[in-house]
């Protein structure tokens, strides 16, 4: 059985051959709490940061109210589709495309997938 994310590497694996600048390779970083140790001094837990890679573009034909029914976009802030993360992006993830850093503020699955993700997000 053929499956969303099967589809989705095998397309990004194309358009990058065939348009090699429209498709950028990305990192998306969240805050996690292993250990559960209370610094006092700081007044928080101890985080740290899990990274995960995939690939990303940017979707500036679709408005984002297309997918985020209820959510109103701001004047900075973009529609791109994720593919490939072992883990599907949740707002306030850090997104780093090459020295560029932005925050994601909505996503959502496409087709109930992990690696195959849509998401507005905000240059830093």
Same mark, same amino acid.
């Given at each position: 059985?053929?499956?969303?994310?099967?589809?989705?590497?095998?397309?990004?694996? /194309?358009?990058h051959?065939?348009?090699?600048?429209?498709?950028?390779? /990305?990192?998306?970083?969240? /805050?996690?709490?292993?250990?559960?140790?209370?610094?006092?001094?700081?007044?928080?837990?101890?985080?740290?940061?899990?990274s995960?890679?995939?690939?990303?573009?940017?979707?500036?034909?679709?408005?984002?109210?297309?997918?985020?029914?209820?959510?109103?976009?701001?004047?900075k802030?973009?529609?791109?589709?994720?593919?490939?993360?072992?883990? /599907?992006?949740?707002?306030?993830?850090?997104?780093?495309?090459?020295?560029?850093?932005?925050?994601?503020?909505?996503?959502?699955?496409?087709?109930g997938?992990?690696?195959?993700?849509?998401?507005?997000?905000?240059?830093?």
């Amino acid at each position: 059985m053929t499956t969303v994310t099967a589809i989705a590497d095998a397309a990004f694996d /194309a358009v990058h051959a065939a348009i090699t600048d429209v498709i950028k390779d /990305a990192t998306l970083s969240y /805050a996690t709490n292993y250990d559960h140790t209370y610094d006092v001094d700081e007044g928080n837990y101890s985080q740290a940061t899990t990274s995960i890679t995939g690939r990303v573009v940017f979707d500036t034909e679709k408005p984002a109210k297309d997918i985020f029914t209820d959510y109103v976009q701001g004047p900075k802030e973009e529609l791109v589709l994720l593919e490939g993360f072992s883990a /599907a992006a949740k707002e306030g993830y850090t997104l780093t495309i090459g020295s560029d850093n932005y925050v994601v503020r909505r996503a959502q699955a496409v087709a109930g997938s992990v690696s195959l993700v849509y998401a507005v997000v905000a240059k830093k």
